[in-house]
């Protein structure tokens, strides 16, 4: 491996191009913790109802993971990037001027397979540009794109909420879809701003190339050979680049579906989809699309602002993450930051459990909560997104992520859709279940999956080739 190969700046610009995919996927995921109440009671909604409003749309992102890899394998990084950017763009508009409930609830859904499009694609296009010494770094700014993505929609929630006049509806003698968006249904308003990011991430895609590892697989070695001399400096580094992703795919039969079969293969894509579903059943996303309400029913005053806090630790952390990630070993920080989430949701349960009796009051609250999203965005958040992308051969990434994604988001709809229950019965049980489902993410990370850090995606795959071998003896 040479790690001493001079990469150009633009390496650095398409990675940001690809991670704004992560803004849209943060806003669209985050944005409906202000609008669940709004909501719920313009149209009735009882608990399993606000469920599924906020569930909806991980249908869709469930739908957008299975076809993404076939897309992305099919048609390339670029163009399916675009494809989720349309999606984006038509839910974001749609949300905001639907006539019924019914018709939100589509929109939702279409800009949900907008997420689970671009949860896989973005990521694939980052690993695939980047060098290795500096690809944990570069496919970490789509995690930090992410909870930009976040704040931007807690902030606009907040922006939003706090602008609304409780008598405006009374003394209006007739409202506009403005008036909708911004006073009397201000769920339209909160959804619909995603339209710019969306619209922005659109264009910006057009000034990218193709991914070069995508264009070596289909055999168009001229296009790669152009995009690899924008990326590296040296003629050598081009065909070493070359060379590389080529004899990764010796053997291999163009990567079909029953590859995945192959045992080696089979490990990766089994560990990968365990982390992927369990690391939703340990609070994040509950934190995510019921912040608010949890506030609220911790007692709160001002639930959005305490909402808002959440984003700017969220999304500070995951800076911070970016540049340690590659130092200190995707590994060391699961380890590190989930033991730091079980401490912090054991904590929060014991606050709802028996708060007064202790003599807990919000600060207590607070604090944890906050020490766990900080927890959580140093490890799971930003180390996941890295090693789906890196743990797969070049042949099968696009397959092999859309699977591990389907488990991530059908985790993720089951929290959506249960958290409301959950939270019904216990809240102090919720958090509880959310720090026993730590432990078996802890013991997988340790027993199976690499520390892919440094390493090369060719040198990663013969790991998981010479797994079966190993734990045979």
Known sequence: MNNSKKVSGY?????????????????????????????????????????????????????????????SDYLGRKL?????????????????????????????????????IVSIVSPIYISEVSPAKIRGTLVSLYQLAVTVGFLLAYLMNWVIDSGIDPAFAANAAEVSLWDKMFQTEAWRGMLGTETIPALLFFFIIFFIPESPKWLIVKQKMNKAKGVLSKIYKREDDIREEIQLTLSSLQGENKGSWKDLLKPGILIAVLAGSAIAILG??????AVLYYGPKIFSQAGFDNPMFSTVLVGVVNMVTTILAVFIIDKVGRKKLIYWGVSGMIICLVAIGLYFAAGPALGLGNGFMLTFFLAYVFCCAISISAVVFVLLSEMYPNSVRGR?????????????????QLTPVLLGWSQAGTFFIFAVMCIPYMLIMWKVIPDTAGKTLEEIEAYWNNFKKQAQK
């Open 11 to 71: 390496v650095i610009f398409m990675a940001v191009v690809a991670a704004i995919g992560g803004i849209l996927f943060g806003y669209d995921t985050a944005v409906i913790s202000g609008t669940t109440e709004i909501v719920k009671g313009q149209f009735a909604l009882n608990d399993f109802k606000e469920g599924w409003y906020v569930g909806c749309a991980l249908i869709g992102s469930i739908c957008g993971v299975l076809v993404a890899g076939s897309l």
């Open 80 to 116: 399916t990037m675009l494809i989720s950017a349309a999606l984006f763009s038509i839910s974001a508009i749609g949300c905001a001027v639907c006539a019924d409930f019914n018709a939100l609830v589509a929109f939702r859904i279409i800009g949900g397979v907008g997420i689970g």
């Open 280 to 285: 939703q059943f340990m609070g994040v996303n």
């Open 400 to 416: 092999a992520m859309s699977i591990a994604g389907f488990a991530l988001w059908v985790g993720t709809y089951l929290i959506g």
